[in-house]
């Protein structure tokens, strides 16, 4: 079996990210379909933390991003992570699992306090994700609204992505 290394996104990836992130939500029923212009966004304006692919033999088959949120209490140190995309012909093989992990490790590293996400939560509970009352994404239905704290208690108050995350499909 092949070898499916975790990196940092290059100048190169930046196309095959956007490709790969609009065929992983094609079908996707509750999806705007803007996932990709978010990325683009965020790399434009500076608003992307990082950003990490899963490659295998030169093909990129995930790639998630994690960038700054702000919390309404004042807490610092929060961030968003997604969108998480993996192919549709490659999901269900734990790629998008490697990358949940390989971002919360880096996380770790630059000492973040915790994270958040929008997403379905049979699926990220595993990596430590929960609702948390008192903290909420407006019009997001609490239970698919999740935190990870890192370090220390969960802030309490209504979370704001950047800005690029307002941006409509074409």
Known sequence: MTTIAIRSEKPDDINAIAALTSAAFESVP??????????????????????LVAEQQGQLLGHIAVSAVSISDGSGGWYGIGPLSVLPQHQRQGIG?????????QLA??????????????????????????LSLEGVPAEYFMAHALVGAYPQGKVTYHCAFNVAAA
């Open 30 to 51: 509750y999806s705007e379909h803007n996932e990709a212009l978010i990325i683009n966004g965020l790399r434009d304006c500076g608003g992307l933390t990082f950003s």
């Open 97 to 105: 699992s490697r990358l949940m992990r390989a971002a919360l490790e």
């Open 109 to 134: 590293a630059i000492q973040a306090r915790g994270c958040v996400l929008l997403g379905q939560p049979s699926y990220y509970q595993r990596f430590g994700f929960q609702a948390v009352a008192g």
